[in-house]
């Protein structure tokens, strides 16, 4: 059974987000507190720093989601890889983590370094504007508990996906979400999710 529900597919840019890790509401034996808006002690990507993954087809689904902290792993992408469809045309930038998904999802890669390799329909606009999008969203909130990124993550995808909609689209398109949701998850539950296995 999946854990998404829906996939992506045909053209898809991939590519990761980074936020540090936040803890907020009860104080924990052992945790220093830090004030908002520190950065992390430790310089590029650690386990400080959390990892959301994202695959958006063009003019259609987003999916989201963090498995772990820090950069992903072959393993982490692989479990990623139930939100990808078989034979897709994947744009990515340089990262060799996904050579082991793509494969064994027989899709075509692209590689897209920097913006002089990008043009009209090889480029990662879409996700980098998303990932933008993550960034405000998290600034105006103040950073967000990361055991819950996942929940979040949720909320950005739909914030995209109504860009544009008046309200009573709006309406719609979060009545015809519900409907598809196939399991109900219960506060207890999300201490069972895949989120820093």
Known sequence: MRNVPYTVGNEVEM???YTPYNHKGTKIDGVEPK???TPATKRGLSNQQI?????????THTIARTLNYGKPSSLD????GECLESKSFVMLDGSNSYNELLESKNCTKKVLISHESYDK?????????????IEERLQKYKGVASKYINRYNALFIMQRETQGMD???????????????YKITRLKDLKNEWLFA
């Open 121 to 133: 329909f090889n480029h990662l606009n879409t996700v980098n504007s998303f990932h933008k999008l």
């Open 167 to 181: 309200n009573t689209e709006k309406l719609q398109y979060v009545l015809l979400r519900l409907k598809n949701i």
């Open 77 to 80: 992408l692989l479990r990623f």
């Open 35 to 37: 004030h908002r808006g």
């Open 51 to 59: 990892c959301i993954i994202t695959a958006i087809q063009r003019f």
């Open 15 to 17: 590519d990761e987000k």
